[in-house]
């Protein structure tokens, strides 16, 4: 059974955890790309002296995310979680967190302060921050790694999982360099080190599914 989980984690090494591990980009345009547009565009009509405020506010706004570099260096073995008394703060116990979508607003609030704290990342990292109760992808993969993974899992001794436990203050965190080495990594952290809180048997198929669905997090987002 170990040896078919390690296969499996192998397999999917370069996919699992794509966007809140060292997601996938937007698309950009290539220079050249780039660069005939601007031509094609100069060519047809001359510019004005001086966009309006509105323009330049709006081209800024559609601008796509920057890309993060992926992440490369040693991965830190999951840890339990370090934020239990930051939830016991907002009236929450982390082994027995409720559904993200039934979190009263203010706890809501005090909760995405945490997700910050573990992830060093930003409001407008998930959030369309012209409209902050807006959809977004990120949003969607938040709210299923609290209710499918934290709310879901437990370390091996019972302790409570929360995001710090794998991403402990960085938004990537597996290096995809080695995929025989990233393999390993996780058939010795997310299959070994973890058990599920409800009691079932434990493996890639926690995460990835039965039929196995290799891009998971490509899949929350459609």
């Not at 170990?2 to 591990?21: D, K, Q």
């Not at 009509?45 to 330049?56: E, H, L």
Request: aromatic content about 6%; charged content about 20%.
């Amino acid at each position: 059974m170990r040896n078919a989980n390690l296969f499996l984690c192998s397999a999917v090494a370069g996919v699992f955890f794509i966007a809140a591990c060292g997601g996938a980009q937007p698309t950009t345009k290539s220079a050249a790309t780039a660069a005939s547009s601007v031509a094609s565009s100069s060519a047809s009509s001359a510019p004005s002296a001086m966009p309006s405020a509105s323009a330049s506010a709006s081209s800024s706004a559609q601008q796509p995310t920057p890309p993060v570099a992926d992440f490369s260096g040693p991965m830190t073995p999951i840890v339990a979680t370090t934020m239990t008394a930051d939830l016991q703060a907002i009236g929450l116990d982390a082994k027995t967190l409720p559904a993200l979508a039934r979190l009263e607003p203010e706890k809501l609030r005090k909760v995405m302060r945490t997700f910050t704290k573990s992830l060093g990342m930003k409001c407008g990292d998930c959030h369309n921050e012209s409209d902050f109760s807006a959809p977004t992808p990120m949003k969607k993969i938040a709210s299923h790694m609290w209710d499918d993974y934290v709310r879901a899992l437990a370390m091996n001794d019972g302790s409570p999982i929360y995001c710090d436990t794998c991403h402990q203050g960085r938004r990537k965190l597996l290096d995809r360099h080695d995929k025989k080495a990233l393999g390993k990594w996780m058939d010795a952290n997310f299959v070994s080190k973890l058990t599920r809180r409800d009691k079932k048997d434990h493996g890639c198929e926690t995460c990835h599914g039965d039929p196995f669905e290799g891009q998971i997090l490509a899949a929350w987002t459609k």
